[in-house]
């Protein structure tokens, strides 16, 4: 096997402890998956994969797929030219899709205080459980 046809997956799964969305309960299990295949430029083509389900069932399906480019000025700049306001829109699509779950699709918001004496999960575990 050469190192252009390496590739690695990682799968873990994670019981949801933290507060991380205001509209999304907090008892969820996330599923994530993680493959990296090195590119024949020695650069790195990284996906990421997260299934996030709760007692209702699957509740979200999503991922990213990206591919690394060698870092020269060149591909700066024209990174730079592509999507120079990336950031910014990203920023502003996250914050307009919380206002249209909020306030156009009425998606209750979730108080945490009150919810996280309710959890119907165990604490999280302390170095002497896990050793």
């Known amino acids: 096997m050469g190192l252009h046809s390496m590739v690695r997956i990682l799968n873990f799964v ?7 969305h205001l509209l999304t309960p907090i008892d969820q299990l996330y599923r994530w998956q993680v493959k990296v295949k090195k590119q024949p430029d020695n ?16 509740v979200l399906k999503t991922g990213i797929k990206m591919a690394g ?3 020269t000025a060149t591909t700066i700049r024209n990174s730079l030219r ?6 910014m829109t990203s920023v502003t699509r996250i914050y307009w899709h919380a206002f ?7 998606v209750p918001y979730i108080h ?10 165990n604490k999280a575990p302390t170095p002497k459980d896990i050793l």
Not at 14 to 20: C, D, N, P, R
Not at 100 to 106: E, F, N, Q, R
Request: proline share 4%; net charge positive; aromatic share 6%.
């Open 43 to 58: 650069c790195l083509q990284v996906r990421i994969a997260i299934d996030i389900s709760d007692e209702r069932g699957e």
């Open 112 to 121: 945490y205080d009150e919810k996280l004496a309710d959890s119907q999960q």
């Open 14 to 20: 994670i019981i949801k402890i933290f507060t991380s």
């Open 100 to 106: 249209k779950l909020y306030a156009i699709k009425k």
């Open 69 to 71: 480019v060698p870092m």
């Open 82 to 87: 592509k999507s120079p306001l990336m950031n």
